[in-house]
């Protein structure tokens, strides 16, 4: 059965920190793998995806993901963190439809 | 270009009362999906519409729950004798083709039963 795990319900970083979100599935064929975002009050944005091909990927914001098939694992990471980057952020699987983690909140001190 | 948008952006009901609640796709997008997304909970797929196709309605919750989809385009997400478990926020999503594509998702409904 298809599923994602984000093992982390709530991280807290300093601002300008480096950032690592965990994102673990389990997907019966070749995964089509996502990260989106979900600010307060917003729909969700899509962050990165990932197909096929390198498996490191880049996406918007300064944020790039590993997909690392050994591991079952895309963990979405950024090297310096910024106040404006608190939200949701949730990782899915899946084509056609989409599996999704139950999400990871991110909260950016000073 | 016009993003997805869901109408109504905020509905409270009674309990045991009927809803809709409406998708209107990006222009083009032969896709059309949707989600549950609970307090604490992540998102929860609900059927799925590819084109002319028979939905994929494995994920509804019950026979209470149904949708449809009218000319390829505008959605329709009907929910009969609302429970107060149904409250949540409920998202709509397009895409170009099914597959292999990511889905762009419009601000949501937020469903509250009283």
């Known amino acids: 059965a298809q599923s994602v795990t984000q093992p982390d319900i709530h991280i807290t970083v300093s601002e300008g920190a480096s950032l690592e979100l965990r994102c673990n599935y389990s997907?019966?064929?070749?995964?089509?793998l996502f990260w989106y975002v979900q600010s307060p009050g917003q729909g969700l944005q899509l962050l990165l995806k990932?197909?096929?091909?390198?498996?490191l990927v880049q996406g918007i914001k300064g944020f790039e993901a590993e997909f690392k098939r050994s591991q079952s694992s895309f963990n979405l990471r950024k090297p310096s963190v910024h106040w404006s980057d608190a939200a949701e952020y949730f990782c899915?699987?899946?084509?056609?439809?989409?599996?999704f983690g139950t999400g990871t909140s991110l909260t950016v001190i000073p | 270009g016009a993003g997805v948008s869901q109408s109504p952006s905020n509905k409270v009901t009674e309990k045991g009362k009927d809803v809709e609640l409406r998708c209107d796709p990006i222009s083009g997008h032969t896709a059309l999906y949707w989600y549950r997304q609970s307090l604490g909970q992540g998102l929860e797929f609900l059927i799925y519409f590819q084109g002319n196709s028979a939905p994929d309605k494995s994920g509804l919750p019950s026979d209470r729950f149904s949708a449809e989809r009218t000319g390829g385009s505008v959605s329709t997400l009907t929910i009969q004798r609302t429970q107060q478990e149904d409250s949540a926020v409920y998202l709509c999503?397009?895409?170009?083709?099914?597959?292999?594509?990511?889905?762009?998702f419009g601000p949501g409904t937020r469903l509250t039963v009283l």
């Open positions: 899915a699987v899946g084509a056609p439809q989409f599996y």
């Open positions: 999503a397009s895409s170009p083709l099914a597959d292999y594509n990511e889905q762009f």
């Open positions: 997907y019966g064929a070749t995964p089509y």
């Open positions: 990932y197909f096929s091909g390198d498996t």
